[in-house]
């Protein structure tokens, strides 16, 4: 099952680079962002705003230091090691693609200016590698039950999609960004969980 996800997020991230310019990826990618256009509240302009920081680096940078002070007072330093690795390649690959591809951002009505190109989208693809690999080091480490390991699971779940989300409401990316965004993220995930499982074997 899970590899067949992989294949699907690889399908789906190749398919999103060479479609996104097609008329119909590109009257889809308006009609969402129009829709979020429609339902803005300053409530909601305030709760974006926030929410999209938790996929920033400003955010998602100290949580690793917090947690890799924690992994350290565990002696967890090959866990400390993957998650610096894993926090960098993500932003540097998220910078490769974005120069490779240079698709420009949307300029219908954005609630906050951001420069640099627009696909795949960085906080999607940040959030779901740093919090995705952050959910299985606490399942992982942590003697916890059952419905605690679920009501986590959900948790990061909902954190990564609320996310996602508030990169559309504030209109700074594309639908097919995020998606292209979670599915490279997902990739990168998972590598680096199938090597880290695999030493973690062998130690």
């Given at each position: 099952m899970k590899w067949t996800f992989v294949f699907l997020c690889l399908f789906i991230f190749v398919g999103l680079v060479f479609a996104y310019p097609t008329p119909f990826l590109t009257d889809f990618d308006v009609k969402i962002l129009l829709f979020f256009e429609d339902i803005r509240t300053p409530f909601l302009n305030q709760f974006f705003t926030i929410i999209t920081a938790l996929g920033s680096i400003k955010v998602l940078f100290p949580v690793c230091i917090g947690a890799s002070i924690y992994l350290a007072f565990k002696?967890?330093?090959?866990?400390?090691?993957?998650?610096?690795?894993?926090?960098?390649?993500?932003?540097?690959?998220?910078?490769?693609?974005?120069?490779?591809?240079?698709?420009?951002?949307?300029?219908?009505?954005?609630l906050i200016e951001i420069g640099e190109y627009s696909f795949p989208s960085?906080?999607?693809?940040?959030?779901?590698?740093?919090?995705?690999?952050?959910?299985?080091?606490?399942?992982?480490?942590?003697?916890?039950?059952?419905t605690w390991r679920i009501i986590w699971f959900l948790v990061t779940g909902v954190t990564i999609l609320l996310i996602v989300i508030s990169r559309l409401y504030l209109g700074v990316h594309y639908p097919t960004d995020v998606l292209a965004g979670l599915a490279v993220g997902y990739l990168l995930l998972v590598s680096f969980l199938h090597f880290f499982t695999g030493m973690r074997k062998k130690g």
């Open positions: 002696k967890y330093y090959i866990e400390i090691g993957y998650l610096w690795v894993l926090f960098w390649s993500s932003r540097g690959l998220n910078f490769i693609l974005k120069e490779w591809i240079k698709r420009d951002r949307p300029s219908l009505h954005p960085g906080h999607s693809m940040n959030a779901i590698v740093v919090l995705g690999f952050l959910c299985y080091l606490l399942l992982t480490m942590l003697k916890i039950n059952k």
